[in-house]
């Protein structure tokens, strides 16, 4: 193919559409090849096979945050993930003491397609979250409240944590986040995923009373009243992810019925419902790790995306696994990174043409580090 490049400079993605994986997974290779240990690949555990092949490192939201706040090596991250992860890596790859370590040379965060989002980090707009702090300012001390924000959050909100005493948190350490909270303050206000919240807090004894749910849409109190919110220990704000919403109790009562042992293993971002009836809930590193320690033979049904619960099938052969739910659910906007995303972001970025550049306003950045490196210390 005679790549075609736009007036700017850029190779037009047209052309990659019609690309077969071979080639595009060859080209990807040589690009790889070229660039070294200058490129660090970065692909999140739901991500399709196709790309994950490519990564340098494969891991959960909290292990890529890791990576990226070590790496001293690389110039360039190429993450295959969504738009919040992007964001995490750009500001923890890039904070005081990196670039130090690099000579003040920054790191360029690139996601393949800028459509990646995530639909539960755009539940919760910063706007919305200033908003509800001034209502509760009304009726509670907001110095009293410790705000905690999943790490699938937009930077802005991370930076409103860093500003407020707050942290970021992950599914791997939300309830170590939420005890490093009730160290300091009495009240925790957490977004935007009301179900980690809920199902993390339910484990440390906090019961759904004291939980009001925030509806950022409803102009009294989040759909509140007073009485609820004074007597609140965590308030969770109506957020959740469309993927993990579609696995239900009796989807877990059919599997109980029809494989007598099965086990079932869930994500934290599952409803109450099924995240009370499951053995095991756990982030995406701890869900891979419970399989890969489990005996030849264990059955397990196991509700978390699609792509990974189908990788962990083929990767254990000699183990039962299946999917959670009748019906497909995948994280379409982490799929709309592909193949040809990939190859067309990376030789653009050979080119000398980067694309795609995720970069946080040195402001936002700054307060966001704040809360992210909380969370990188509570685990
Ligand atoms: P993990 O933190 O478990 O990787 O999950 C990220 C995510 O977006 C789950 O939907
Ligand atoms: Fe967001 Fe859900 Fe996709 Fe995770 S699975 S990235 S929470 S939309």
Request: charge should be negative; aromatic fraction near 6%; hydrophobic fraction near 40%.
């Amino acid at each position: 193919m005679s790549a075609a490049v736009l007036p700017d400079g850029i190779l037009d993605f047209a052309p990659y559409r019609s690309l077969a994986n071979e080639e595009l997974a060859a080209r990807v290779d040589e690009v790889r090849k070229q660039l070294g240990s200058r490129l660090l690949i970065l692909g999140h555990h739901y991500q399709q096979d196709a790309v994950i092949a490519h990564s340098d490192l494969r891991g959960d939201s909290y292990q890529l945050s890791q990576s990226a706040a070590a790496n001293d090596e690389c110039r360039w991250i190429v993450f295959c993930g969504v738009h919040f992860m992007a964001e995490t890596a750009d500001i923890l790859a890039n904070g005081p003491e990196q670039l130090a370590a690099r000579d003040g040379a920054r790191v360029d965060v690139i996601l393949p397609d800028m459509s990646a989002g995530c639909s539960m980090a755009d539940m919760a707009a910063i706007d919305q979250v200033e908003a509800a702090w001034e209502d509760l300012a009304e009726v509670v001390d907001v110095n009293e409240i410790t705000p905690v924000t999943y790490v699938n959050s937009a930077a802005s909100l991370k930076a409103f944590c860093g500003r407020n005493g707050g942290l970021v948190c992950t599914s791997s350490n939300a309830r170590s986040a939420l005890q490093w909270a009730f160290e300091r303050k009495p009240r925790v206000l957490f977004f935007p995923d009301q179900h980690l919240g809920r199902n993390t807090s339910l484990q440390m004894g906090i019961t759904n009373d004291e939980m009001p749910v925030w509806n950022p849409h409803d102009e009294e109190l989040g759909g509140n009243t007073v009485d609820a919110i004074q007597q609140s220990r965590v308030i969770l704000w109506e957020g959740h992810c469309s993927v993990h919403q579609m696995f239900r109790a009796e989807h877990v009562h059919q599997f109980r019925e029809q494989f007598p042992g099965i086990q079932i293993l869930v994500h934290p971002e599952c409803m109450q419902e099924v995240n009370d009836l499951a053995d095991i809930s756990g982030s995406t590193g701890k869900i891979i790790e419970t399989v890969r320690a489990a005996e030849a033979g264990t059955k397990w049904a196991i509700g978390t995306e699609l792509h990974l619960v189908n990788r962990l099938k083929s990767e254990h052969p000699d183990q039962e696994i299946h999917f959670l739910s009748p019906v497909v659910c995948m994280c379409a906007t982490m799929h709309r990174i592909d193949l040809a995303h990939l190859c067309w972001s990376l030789e653009n970025l050979l080119a000398g043409h980067p694309v795609n550049k995720i970069l946080v306003d040195d402001e936002t950045a700054r307060w966001a580090r704040v809360s992210l490196e909380r969370m990188l210390q509570v685990r």
